[in-house]
């Protein structure tokens, strides 16, 4: 029988600080307890809506409360943390500690999948926290590229946790006595790709360049693109990046007119950082309006960025068609 390394052996290897290792196994054990809470479904009534708005003025469902507080509540007690941002909270909290690390997550990833029995997910950044005095906003707008570790947790046929720390992209997957073992070494994306993930029913909302390489890749062999594309839109990000890192493609949620005085809909400190971050480290690409996200030097910290991140060389396409306007 094969025998897997667990998370703990595998953090103990790598050159992470013991703070740093700290952080990542509390958000782990976080994620295997939200695991179950998102497993139980209607049986713990933990489905439907919360009754509430948060600061995105998005309809907040129980979930997106509820797992948002077992995140907050277990980094405030993680000794290395001096502060988290979430997209359920409109402001950053400090834990009243000084230095070590600073978290910030979306505890639930694909609110509209919860009630649909649809995998959704949980994402997280890990940033430096400032020397000598408690973190402000501020000091947690820092590049993605200054992201200590980051990686997201999925809840799907099974629930996997997928990291980067200082290198290197692995997947451990949650065994039925609540331990992280590592089932996926170095994962990698593979250059080429006829597999985009788009919401269509924005396409009358895109602008020109979107428009002109998602129409490539429709007129298939023919087309510019030079091949058939397949398309896939779970409508949790975890889940469609996920599927990239395990086979290759392209997700894309670009400006559109809709609002046209958002960038985006994704947020760029919780969501597009530590994803991109994942693609980049498995050798793939990710980028915002052309230049590449993890520079993006964030000036608000629920702001959101357009994002198209996966298999390098249609990223690069699409990048050509904003160069080009
Ligand atoms: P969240 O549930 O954390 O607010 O994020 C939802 C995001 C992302 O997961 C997904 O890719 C996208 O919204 C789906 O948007 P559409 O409903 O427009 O397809
Ligand atoms: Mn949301
Ligand atoms: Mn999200
Ligand atoms: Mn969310």
């Given at each position: 029988m094969t025998t897997f390394v667990d998370l703990t052996a595998w953090l103990a290897a790598e050159p992470a600080d013991a703070a740093l290792t700290d952080v990542v196994q509390t958000i782990a054990a976080t994620c295997a307890r939200i695991s179950r809470v998102v497993a139980s479904g209607a049986l713990s009534g933990s489905l439907g809506a919360a009754g509430s708005i948060n600061v995105q003025d998005e309809e907040q469902k129980k979930l997106d409360v509820i797992t948002n507080?077992?995140?907050?509540?277990?980094?405030?007690?993680c000794g290395p943390v001096a502060g988290l941002a979430s997209e359920e909270m409109e402001e950053v909290e400090p834990t009243g500690r000084v230095g070590g690390y600073?978290?910030?997550?979306?505890?639930?990833?694909?609110s509209s999948n919860i009630d649909v029995n649809v995998s959704v997910g949980t994402i997280f950044s890990v940033l430096p926290a400032p020397a000598g005095h408690a973190p402000v906003e501020a000091d947690f707008?820092?590049?993605?590229?200054?992201?200590?570790?980051?990686?997201?947790?999925?809840?799907?046929?099974?629930?996997?946790?997928?990291?980067?720390?200082?290198?290197?992209?692995?997947?451990?997957?949650?065994?039925?006595?609540?331990?992280?073992?590592?089932?996926?070494?170095?994962?990698?994306?593979?250059?080429d790709t006829a597999e985009f993930a788009i919401n269509m029913s924005n396409q009358r909302h895109w602008a020109e360049p979107v428009r002109r390489y998602i129409d490539g890749c429709l007129r298939g062999k023919d087309g510019p693109r030079g091949k058939n594309f397949n398309m896939r839109w779970v409508a949790s990000m975890v889940a469609d990046v996920h599927r990239i890192l395990m086979r290759g493609g392209i997700f894309m949620y670009p400006?559109?007119?809709?609002?046209?005085?958002?960038?985006?809909?994704?947020?760029?400190?919780?969501?597009?950082?530590?994803?991109?971050?994942?693609?980049?480290?498995?050798?793939g690409k990710a980028?915002?309006?052309?230049g590449d996200i993890l520079d993006v030097q964030p000036t608000r910290l629920h702001q959101r960025v357009p994002v198209a991140l996966g298999s390098a060389n249609e990223v690069e396409a699409v990048r050509a068609e904003m160069r080009a306007g």
């Open positions: 507080d077992m995140l907050s509540e277990a980094l405030k007690a600073l978290v910030t997550f979306d505890p639930l990833d694909g707008l820092r590049q993605g590229r200054d992201q200590v570790a980051a990686g997201y947790a999925v809840y799907g046929p099974q629930t996997m946790l997928v990291l980067t720390l200082a290198s290197g992209v692995n997947g451990f997957t949650l065994d039925a006595e609540g331990r992280w073992l590592l089932t996926h070494r170095a994962i990698a994306i593979k250059a400006w559109d007119a809709r609002e046209p005085d958002k960038p985006g809909k994704l947020r760029l400190m919780y969501e597009a950082n530590p994803m991109s971050l994942l693609v980049e480290r498995a050798g980028i915002g309006d052309g």
